[in-house]
DNA sequence: AGTTGATTGAAACAGCCGTTTGAAACGCGT
DNA sequence: ACGCGTTTCAAACGGCTGTTTCAATCAACT
């Protein structure tokens, strides 16, 4: 015979909704997020999915048909929250080019790195990245190019014209490539840095720092990194 | 029970060379490498791997016990075998360290990128890099840090010890990263680049051009980066 | 109330997974 | 020839996978 447990459950979802009275569409997409970002696509099952959720197995297909089709909504999903939650910096049009440069270093490095959000919507990004899928194109199109652009746009001001786009392409990987060793490879970075220098020169802000430094003095716009008077 | 070191080992170290017949114990761990470095540990089956290499299904438990031991005995036989392959160069004393700098990235790069060996070997230490398992410390120690030692050693030198080590390190870790976002989200790159400009300007060795004269310029040993006349 | 269509539930499906088995085949000193 | 330890083989083992089934349940409308 059927469970009377079900029933009150539903009672108590349909009038107030105060626990996580969301969609199943919703729940379901939140916590394929999840487990995708921790574990990866195959390692990841639905029924751990479902578990999560707290919705039946047959939901998954009922909602979205198969695994894979689950999998790529939740990249859109959660590439779509992400996009929402840190928006790009909106610059009064009289803010210094090397003051945006810094500022678009550190928001990079916050969304990638910092606390402020969880960390499975960029973990389940990242590995779009690094091993893309067929929901990767998307993720580059509404989200990595127009952040790319704004980039390059910035150093194209900094350089004043003198730099071609190919260039300032090269250059905008190469600030990219020095945050996204530290969220991709932050286990092994770890490993080569002590600790207590970790902590102190590695953070997020003292990042955003060095790299815009770091950029600056290779376009001839600020002083070159050794800063300390030489010995020669 | 364990796992058992092939009793033939005293021939298999012959001049020869034959192509496919090695010891078992070798077969299998070349082609769990590529099988894991292909589809990642989870999606990589031993049944696939023991195809490839010719051997039953059996033969994998009677070698290495399970398939994780595999797993990490596949990835040091890579690395050993990757480090013998591409040693870092040896300079003579009198070498520039601009110019040992340049050697050491298009080193690097060529290691990550070429075409000279298979690339499996580097995805799969690439896998542990950005999802460490047990594997990976001993990469690190034997592989990794060696190198970085190198890379800061070369950077003291540009800097005629005007720049402390964490800085140092933290400068090292800012060329690593230039590069490895080449290899970590080559694909994701290329959609950002048109392909032309891609293959002109994204070469390994235009690459390492590039990165050297970016770090060069930033710690004030060569011109910046606005090579051209300025136009405004 | 009765009907309809959308949603949920427990159970089962076929298939692949890593692993184990027990016996056959091998190499080799005697 | 024999015996013996090492290596290979086909086959099977639970167990877990994604997916499907079909009846039960629900909300809404007539």
Excluded at 51 to 80: P, Q, W
Excluded at 91 to 105: C, K, M, N, Q
């Amino acid at each position: 015979m059927s469970t009377v447990r079900s029933q009150s459950d539903r009672q108590s979802n349909c009038q107030s909704g105060p626990r996580v009275a969301e969609d199943p569409r919703e729940r379901i997409l939140l916590a394929a997020g999840q487990e995708f970002a921790e574990h990866g696509y195959e390692a990841a099952t639905v029924r751990d999915i479902c578990l999560e959720a707290g919705v039946n197995v047959a939901a998954v297909n009922y909602y979205f048909g198969d695994k894979r089709r689950l999998y790529i909504e939740s990249v859109k999903h959660a590439h779509e929250a992400r996009a929402r939650q840190v928006p790009l910096p909106a610059w009064p049009p009289s803010t210094p080019a090397a003051e945006r440069l810094h500022d678009f270093v550190a928001n990079m490095l916050e969304r990638m790195l910092g606390f402020g959000q969880p960390p499975w919507q960029v973990r389940l990004m990242m590995r779009e990245v690094l091993q893309p899928t067929d929901a990767c194109r998307e993720l580059v199109e509404d989200y990595i190019r127009p952040h790319f652009a704004v980039l390059v746009a910035i150093l194209d001001e900094l350089a004043e014209g003198a730099i071609a786009d190919p260039e300032l392409r090269r250059i905008g990987l190469s600030i990219i490539g020095q945050c996204f060793l530290y969220r991709a490879a932050g286990d092994v970075v770890a490993m080569l840095v002590p600790s207590e220098e970790l902590a102190a020169l590695h953070s997020p802000p003292q990042l955003a720092a060095h790299v815009t430094r770091f950029a600056l003095a290779a376009l001839g716009l600020g002083p070159p990194l050794p800063l300390k008077e030489r010995r020669r």
